[in-house]
């Protein structure tokens, strides 16, 4: 997903310029950028991401609407200077090692702090829609680990 990130933002960079040196208010038009499928290493299930920003020198951050499936989810991942979710539709689960999942639903706002390792995606049964605004620290947004396994998702 960094990658995939990294590479969408690129992309829209060149295309739009630089927001960092932008003079003027910029829109990034809805569907500027193609729709990635998320890298099945950092997801489990069917998990689509469109690329929302380009990330700025001034406001180090990109974003993403990342749409999850039912059971669909993140690997296990921090972030080096955190992250928020908007929670735009459905429900979902969050959940930080060691402590119990948390529900997620539309309208929610949840802080990621820097370092903390943890999952998000869809419950069981709804799918889950959220923007993802994950901020840049010496050029990296994320740090993946493992999968979470179907075991781990089910464990309340």
Known sequence: MKNTLIAATMTAAALVGEPANAKEIQVFPSGSSPSVVADPKNF?????????????????ASSGLVTFAPRARTAWHSHPAGQMLIVTAGRGWVQREGQARQEITSGDVVWIPARIKHWHGATDTNGMSHVAITYIQDGKNADWMGLVTDQEYATR
Do not use: M
Request: glycine residues 6%; negative net charge; aromatic residues 0%.
């Open 44 to 60: 489990s299930g069917q998990v689509v991401v469109d690329l929302l920003t380009p990330p700025s020198v001034e406001i180090p």
